[in-house]
């Protein structure tokens, strides 16, 4: 077993391809409601933190070009 610990950040278009898997699966009944819920909270989860950190990023870039015009 691997013990080093590998960072991995999804991308919006891989979240995107689980919920449209997700929702297929329902539609197919291959999966419940209760799991897709689960996955769609989660989903929403990710949306929130990936918004958070790009209005970070853009804070911070605007925080650094505010600096160098002083």
């Known amino acids: 077993m691997n013990n ?3 960072k991995k950040t999804m991308t ?3 979240a995107q391809a689980i919920l449209s ?12 409601v209760r799991r ?7 989903a929403l989860a990710f949306a929130r933190i ?3 950190a790009n209005l970070k990023a853009r804070i911070e ?4 070009a505010l ?3 002083k």
């Open 4 to 6: 080093e610990y590998e």
């Open 12 to 14: 919006i278009e891989e």
């Open 21 to 32: 898997e997700t929702l297929e699966e329902v539609a197919q009944r291959k999966t419940t």
């Open 36 to 42: 897709a819920t689960a996955v769609a909270r989660l």
């Open 50 to 52: 990936t918004e958070v």
């Open 61 to 64: 870039l605007l925080e650094q």
């Open 67 to 69: 600096k160098k015009r």
